[in-house]
C-alpha cells in the first residue's frame, strides 16, 4: 500500500496518478453494448430470453416465467427468519423517514405586477431500478433506491435484477416486497438496461433508470441517456477515511477494509496530520489482512489504489479531501463538527469515529446510492428529488403584459426574432379584455 506526504513537492502528481480512473469503458464493452441495445429495441422480448439465456444461463420461452410476481415476493418475506425480517424492517424504516424530509412540493406567488409564478412539482410516472444480482446479493440497494422512488410518489417501480443460474435471493426478493416493488423481472446487464429504455412486448418502458451496475450496465446507462433519465454512472466503491490520531486504528483500518472488499477497483484512502498513526495503522493492515474471507480481493484494491497520506494540519488536510471527493469520507477525529465547515466535496459525511461508514451501507437512513470517481464536485446522493420533476408555472396579468412587452420586444429584435418581437408588442398594446 502505497504512502503519500502532502508536505513534498511531488504530491500533488503522486495524488493525480493515485486517482487517475478511465471514466470511459472500454471501447470493447461500449462496441457490444451497443449492439445488445440495439437487438433489443429491435426485436424486444425475443432477445431479451436470448440474451438473459447467454448471460445468465436461464432458460425460459415466454418472458412472463421471468416475472417474479407479487405472491412470490410476499411468500419469501414471510419465510423469513424474524431477525432478518427484523433488519430489514428496522433499515427501511430509518431510510423512509430521512427521505420524507427531502420531498419537495409546488409553490407559487404573485409579483409586484400581478403575475402568477411558480412550480409544479411532480413524481415521475414509471421508474426502473437496477438491482445488481451477479457476484453478490444486495437487498440494501433494494431499499435505498426504492423507498426515495416511493417516497416521492412514483405511480410504477419496474426492478430488474439477474439471477445467474435461476438461483433468486430470498433476501432481495424479501426487501422487494417491502420496499413495494410494483414488478420485477429476473433479467440483468445491458440487456436488461435497454428494456427498460425502450420497452419490450412485456417489459413497460420507464421514465427514468437508477441503480448501480457493472461495468455492461454503466456503459448501458450511458447510452441509454437522453432516451431515458438516469442518476448516475456508478464506479468503484471509495472511501476516504482521515483520522487525528484520536480513534483506534484498528476501526479506521476495517473501514478501508469494507470498500476495498466490495472490488478489486475499490479506492480506500486513509489520511492523518499524525505520523505515528499511519505507521501503527499499516502496521494493522499487514495484521489483520490474512485474517480476512475477501483477503484477495483487499489485498488487491489497497495495492493498486489505496493510500496512506500523511498531512502537516487540518487546513492541508481539508484540501487533500476536497480535491479527492470521495464517495465515503470518514472524520475519525476528536471534533467532526469543526472539520466539516471546510469540506466542499463528498458523497456522505460520516462524523465521529463511531459512526463507521458500513451504518450508511445499511441503517443510517440516507440512500448509499452514491456520487464516485470524485463526480461528488457537482453531484449528489440518491434521493427523493431524483424522482420528481418540476414545471415552472407562469402567468402573466393584463398590468404585466404592458409593463415587460417593451423590453421582451427590444430584447426579442435584437435577437432577430420578429414574431417574438410582435407577439409581445400586440399584447403591450392592446391587451385583451
Not at 433506491?145 to 433468486?168: C, D, F, Q, Y
Not at 451504518?359 to 457537482?378: E, I, K, N
Request: net charge negative; charged share 20%; aromatic share 6%.
Amino acid at each position: 500500500m502505497r504512502q503519500l506526504d502532502a508536505t513534498t513537492s511531488q504530491f500533488t502528481e503522486q495524488l493525480d496518478a493515485l486517482l487517475a480512473w478511465d471514466l470511459s469503458v472500454d471501447s470493447a464493452i461500449d462496441t457490444q453494448v451497443s449492439d445488445i441495445i440495439k437487438r433489443v429495441r429491435t426485436h424486444g422480448d425475443e432477445e431479451l430470453l436470448a440474451l438473459t439465456r447467454q448471460f445468465d444461463r436461464v432458460d425460459a420461452a415466454e418472458l412472463s416465467e421471468l416475472e417474479i410476481g407479487q405472491d412470490e415476493l410476499a411468500s419469501a418475506w414471510a419465510a423469513l427468519h424474524s431477525d432478518a425480517q427484523q433488519a430489514l424492517q428496522t433499515a427501511a424504516d430509518r431510510i423512509r423517514r430521512f427521505h420524507e424530509r427531502q420531498r419537495e412540493e409546488s409553490w407559487s406567488y404573485v409579483d409586484e405586477l400581478g403575475c402568477e409564478l411558480g412550480q409544479k412539482i411532480q413524481p415521475l410516472d414509471r421508474v426502473g431500478v437496477y438491482v445488481p444480482g451477479g457476484q453478490a446479493a444486495y437487498p440494501s440497494s433494494v431499499l435505498m433506491t426504492l423507498i426515495p422512488a416511493k417516497v416521492a410518489g412514483v405511480k410504477e417501480v419496474v426492478v430488474v435484477s439477474p439471477t445467474p443460474g435461476g438461483e433468486r435471493n430470498a433476501m432481495v426478493l424479501a426487501a422487494l416486497h417491502l420496499a413495494g416493488a410494483d414488478r420485477v423481472f429476473a433479467v440483468g446487464g445491458a440487456q436488461a438496461v435497454a428494456a427498460l429504455a425502450y420497452g419490450t412486448q412485456s417489459v413497460p418502458r420507464v421514465d427514468k433508470i437508477v441503480g448501480p451496475g457493472n461495468a455492461y450496465v454503466a456503459a448501458a446507462k450511458k447510452q441509454v441517456f437522453g432516451q431515458v433519465g438516469i442518476d448516475m454512472i456508478a464506479g468503484p466503491s471509495e472511501v476516504l477515511v482521515i483520522a487525528d490520531g484520536t480513534t483506534e486504528a484498528e476501526w479506521a483500518v476495517l473501514d478501508l477494509f469494507s470498500q476495498a472488499e466490495h472490488d478489486a477497483s475499490a479506492q480506500a484512502i486513509l489520511l492523518s496530520t499524525d505520523r505515528a498513526f499511519l505507521a501503527q495503522a499499516k502496521l494493522r493492515i499487514e495484521q489483520m489482512l490474512p485474517q480476512m474471507a475477501r483477503a484477495e480481493i483487499i489485498d488487491k484494491s489497497l495495492q493498486d489504489r489505496g493510500a496512506l497520506i500523511y498531512c502537516k494540519d487540518q487546513t492541508q488536510a481539508l484540501e487533500v479531501a476536497n480535491r479527492i471527493a470521495a464517495e465515503h469520507l470518514e472524520l475519525a477525529v476528536a471534533d467532526p463538527n469543526a472539520w466539516v465547515s471546510g469540506l466542499r466535496h463528498a458523497g456522505a459525511i460520516f462524523l465521529g469515529p463511531h459512526t463507521g461508514e458500513t451504518f450508511g451501507d445499511y441503517m443510517a437512513g440516507p440512500s448509499h446510492v452514491l456520487p464516485t470517481f470524485g463526480t461528488a464536485r457537482f453531484a449528489s446522493p440518491l434521493g427523493v428529488y431524483d424522482f420528481q420533476k418540476r414545471s415552472s408555472i407562469v402567468g402573466i396579468s393584463r398590468e404585466a403584459a404592458q409593463a415587460l412587452s417593451g423590453p421582451t420586444d427590444l430584447l426579442a429584435t435584437s435577437e432577430g426574432l420578429e414574431a417574438h418581437a410582435l407577439a409581445a408588442r400586440v399584447r403591450g398594446n392592446k391587451p385583451q379584455q
